[in-house]
């Protein structure tokens, strides 16, 4: 069991559709992270959240938008993606930003069709 | 962050000792090794981090040389439930990203 939370834990999506990412957490952490993890291949960070504002964007295209509505709640908002993106979408948080440890949800596994 | 180096793979025997190496030539003095891991379908889980001294926890031993220039992840018993991508990540204290490199894929055979 993780302490942080993602759901769904599986998504499909076609192309036109709008879809959410949800990621949950009480700890108490202030930072709170996406990354992006092809098959075989390492996660990638996407975005940072350090006190509920964006702090780090990766060059992600906008097609990915996040959102951080309280200290507790992480999402990422997907519309109009590309089959490309077909990814695990993993949601992390830390006590503070830029320390460790990270603690990783499992992920949602999304397809895009 | 420095870079990091890591064998690819590796096999382990189960009830022995898993050693992982990680080499990481160009750290700095302010840098920290960090070790997670990977379960198949899970997120990456913090194992154990260290800056000089050697550290142990409930998970794993890290032994670091005396240079910083390599470190070793020691798993004592290990078992099945090991089997795992291990990363070893160099990151200066404060630092804003956590960047994974390609980990080291431990199997343990029964």
């Known amino acids: 069991d993780t302490e942080v939370t993602q759901t769904p834990k599986h998504l499909v999506m076609g192309m036109t559709n709008k879809k959410s990412l949800k990621c949950e957490q009480h700890m108490g952490h202030r930072a709170m992270y996406w990354y992006k993890q092809k098959a075989k291949k390492p996660p990638e960070l996407m975005f940072v959240?350090?006190?509920?504002?964006?702090?780090i964007n990766e060059s992600v295209p906008s097609r990915f938008s996040p959102e951080c509505p309280n200290s507790s709640l992480l999402n990422l908002h997907l519309h109009a993606l590309q089959p490309e993106d077909s990814a695990l979408y993993l949601c992390?948080?830390?006590?503070?930003?830029?320390?460790?440890?990270?603690?990783f949800g499992n992920g949602t596994r999304l397809t895009v069709t | 962050d420095a870079k990091t180096t890591q064998p690819p793979s590796m096999d382990c025997a189960e009830g022995r000792a898993a050693n992982l190496p990680c080499n990481h030539s160009?750290?700095?003095?302010?840098?920290?090794v960090y070790w997670y891991r990977q379960i198949h379908s899970q997120g990456p889980q913090y194992i154990i981090h260290?800056?000089?001294n050697n550290e142990t926890n409930e998970m794993a031993s890290l032994i670091i040389t005396e240079d910083r220039k390599s470190s070793t992840l020691i798993l004592p018993h290990a078992t099945l439930r090991d089997t795992a991508v291990y990363y070893c990540i160099v990151r200066v204290a404060g630092a804003q990203k956590l960047v994974f490199g390609q980990g080291t894929r431990l199997t343990i055979n029964p």
């Open positions: 959240y350090s006190y509920e504002k964006l702090s």
């Open positions: 260290g800056l000089k």
């Open positions: 160009t750290i700095s003095g302010n840098e920290y």
């Open positions: 992390a948080s830390s006590q503070v930003w830029g320390q460790s440890p990270l603690h």
